[in-house]
């Protein structure tokens, strides 16, 4: 198919005008562009229509210039008119795109939104809605997202001074911020953030329209750039094609299509081309004279041509049939897709396998099945699917750890241990929950078996201690325990002292039994003499006890006291006798008590204790009743008490104090009487009453009480 020649503007087509006409008629119109996909454009814009120079438009052009621009003028773009109408249309429309996906959200929150680029949720958007936003598959999240790829809680936003800080709170697939992962980071406009499956765009509306004006700039200078490319470039080609190629003639040219001629008219470069035949151009000095043929008509190109030339053009011809009947042929649409290679398709089951292990909380299994996925295709865990899961499985680990110390009773270490481990999902948050009950629980059990066996081998300072670490609420029962074992304790501790006691009293006295018989075996001589009456020769018998027992001081001193004391007992005792002899019972009761009192420091025993016994109490009674008859009550009263003490059957020792009892209550009247008149004169009377008076008589108890008023 010949190539057809380029008509003149449609909006000036059949003008002619020299120059002016040939750059109409030569240049190329701009190219229309196509808008992006996703790209605003306007309705006024009409694709379907044929662009400048395909055929199908009239001789005289399209029916509208204005919209396809005139030769006359500027020519305009369409891409401006659209450019001001998306602008427009962006402006009006965004109060309606900004809507949260909640018809009734509040627009108090700050300018601020998150858009859902791919994911379940594709095409969502969340504005904030006040300074926080939680981001999760939980119903209480702020953003509610339905991929089971994201945790619970997965991030939270922030919304402060500095910008929006975004968290990751702890998920399994964790947060990647323009595919680095992070944990925390403060967004900017246009970052996007990718979690499980779901890929988000941070939008600020104040950076958003301040971008949105920057492209409009710079879409407005790429138009202009390439209206003037696209004009340059139809001026050099209208410049070379005005050059003639030489005198031979091109059969092919256009201008000789009759077809063509008669649709389109010749254009007035041709004719004056036409005209010039044989004309050279010159170009300074020196040029050379093109020849400027005159157009040929069909007829003489066709008899002109010779065989060679009619055989290229058939072979021409043909190939331009066959090109047009392939590009006919040719599938529509775009290429068939590659087929899908196995090892990448093998990658994504893992993934997916991996994915569904994590669901099951088998992390280990997760993390291999990631491994061999990376291995068929490096890079495809984006979204640290097996960084997540190592994380959990560590927690685990850590939480098995801390069963294995409860098992050991090592409760403190396996706290400490459970302190130290980092938080996970929610799901092992539960865990961790119940885990810390459970280890407190079985901390306290310890402790009160613990106690319980403290208080079993009954030692309260063992005890104490543990009764410290117990719960306030299971101290009193076992401070009650403690406060009864204490009690028994010190029972048992009083019952062994006395018992100690006692057997130490008992082996005293056993020693001090002992060491007496033994002193009485060593003095055995000695008292065989005193009790014969032979006292000078027990002195000597003393003499042989110290020499038979030299190292033993007890026997020496006792030796000398025994030589001390016969010879006073001896006097005395021959002087109550004489005395008694001679009748003097008063007088011989006082050589006769002395003699009593160093008999009883001797220490021995026989009958020489007896009748010494009885000869005082004969003595004793007599001396009372002189003491009675004197009026001396208490001297009366100190020989018959020490009478009836020596002989208790002495009938006499009773009968005077039964009359000592009668004078000393006569005279307790008399001090009774007298207490008021002469104090001084009662009291003496009451001190001898109380002297007088035995133990335990009313009358002596009165005394007392009235000297006590007399004299405090």
């Known amino acids: 198919m010949p190539p057809r020649p380029p008509p003149s503007s449609r909006a000036g087509a059949g003008r002619s005008g020299g120059g002016a006409g040939a750059d109409s008629e030569n240049a190329k119109p701009p190219a229309r562009r196509r808008p992006a996909p996703g790209a605003p454009s306007s309705e006024d814009e009409d694709f379907s229509a044929p662009l400048s120079g395909e055929e199908g ?59 859902v680029l791919a994911g379940p949720d594709r095409g969502r958007k969340k504005r904030f809605q006040s300074v926080r936003m939680v981001i999760g598959r939980n119903k209480d999240c702020d953003f509610v997202l339905e991929d089971q790829s994201v945790s619970r809680r997965h991030l939270e936003l922030v919304y402060g001074e500095g910008g929006v800080v975004m968290r990751d709170l702890g998920s399994v697939a964790g947060t990647q911020v323009n595919d680095q992962r992070v944990d925390e ?37 790429e138009e202009k750039r390439e209206r ?3 004009a340059k470039e139809a001026e050099e080609k209208r410049k070379s094609t005005s050059v003639a190629r030489g005198s031979e ?62 055989l290229l053009v058939g072979v021409a011809g043909g190939v331009v049939v066959l090109l047009v009947a392939g590009l006919l042929l040719l599938p529509k649409g775009p290429p068939p897709p590659p087929p899908p290679d196995p090892a990448v398709e093998r990658a994504k089951l893992l993934m997916q396998k991996a994915r569904e292990a994590v669901r099951a909380d088998d992390f280990a299994n997760a993390v291999r ?120 304790l010190a029972k048992e501790s009083a019952d062994d002292a006395r018992r100690s006691r006692s057997q130490r009293e008992r082996a005293a006295q056993a020693a001090k039994e002992k060491r007496q018989q033994f002193m009485e075996e ?10 014969g009456g032979e006292y000078q020769r027990a002195i000597l018998e003393c003499d042989r006890v110290v020499d038979k027992h030299k190292g033993d001081k007890e026997v020496r001193d006792r030796a000398m006291t025994l030589k001390r004391l016969i010879p006073q007992f001896e006097r005395n005792l021959a002087d109550g006798q004489k005395k008694m002899d001679s009748n003097a019972l008063e007088a011989a009761a006082k050589p006769l008590r002395l003699a009593a009192e160093l008999y009883r420091k001797i220490g021995f025993r026989g009958s020489l204790g007896n009748t010494l016994d009885e000869q005082l109490a004969s003595s004793s009674v007599a001396a009372g009743q002189a003491a009675l008859k004197k009026g001396s009550l208490a001297a009366a009263g100190s020989n018959f008490r020490e009478a009836l003490r ?32 002469d104090p001084q004169a009662a009291a003496e009377k009451f001190k001898i009453i109380i002297e007088s008076a035995s133990e335990g008589s009313e009358v002596k108890r009165k005394a007392e009480v009235f000297l006590s008023e007399l004299q405090p």
Not at 253 to 282: C, H, I, M, Q
Not at 393 to 412: I, P, S, T, Y
Not at 434 to 448: F, P, S, T
Not at 522 to 531: G, I, S, T
């Open 57 to 115: 438009y009239p001789e005289d052009g399209p029916a509208n210039p204005e919209l396809y621009g005139d030769a006359s003028g500027a020519p305009r773009s369409r891409t401006d008119e659209t450019r001001v109408a998306a602008m427009r249309e962006v402006e009006e429309e965004r109060p309606r795109q900004d809507e949260d996906d909640n018809p009734d959200a509040t627009r108090a929150g700050p300018p601020v939104q998150m858009l």
């Open 522 to 531: 060593a003095f055995v001589d000695v008292e065989r003499r005193f009790n």
């Open 646 to 677: 020596l002989n208790p059957g002495d009938g006499r020792a009773r009968d005077g104090l039964e009359t000592l009892q009668k004078k000393v209550e006569e005279l307790y009247l008399q001090a009774y009487i007298q207490r008021d008149r």
């Open 369 to 488: 099945l990631v491994e061999e996925a990376e291995k068929l295709r490096p890079g495809i865990d984006e979204e640290g699917l097996a960084r997540g899961a190592k994380k959990q499985q560590e927690v685990l680990d850590a939480f098995q750890a801390v069963r294995a110390l409860m098992d050991e009773k090592k409760f403190d270490e396996a706290r400490a241990k459970l302190t130290d481990t980092p938080q996970g999902t929610a799901k092992t948050d539960d865990v961790r929950r119940k885990l810390e009950a459970e280890l407190e629980e079985k901390d306290v059990l310890w402790r009160i078996q613990q106690v319980e066996e403290a208080l079993a081998t009954r030692d309260p300072e063992a005890v104490r201690p543990l009764l410290d670490k117990l719960p306030a609420v299971n101290r009193p029962a076992f401070e009650t325990k403690l406060a009864d074992l204490e009690a028994e």
């Open 249 to 310: 003639v091109d059969p092919n040219d256009p201008r000789f299509n009759e077809a063509t001629n008669a649709n389109y008219k010749l254009p007035d470069l041709l004719r004056d081309e036409a005209k010039g035949k044989g004309k050279g151009v010159s170009k300074g000095k020196g040029a050379v004279a093109i020849p400027r043929p005159r157009p040929p008509t069909r007829s003489s190109v066709q008899g002109g041509m010779n065989s060679k030339q009619k």
């Open 228 to 230: 003037e490319e696209a």
């Open 185 to 221: 980071c403060v967004l900017k406009h246009g970052d996007e953030l990718s979690l499980g499956k779901t890929r988000l765009r941070f939008v600020d509306e104040a950076e958003q329209l301040k971008e949105l004006r920057e492209q409009a700039e710079a879409r407005e200078a």
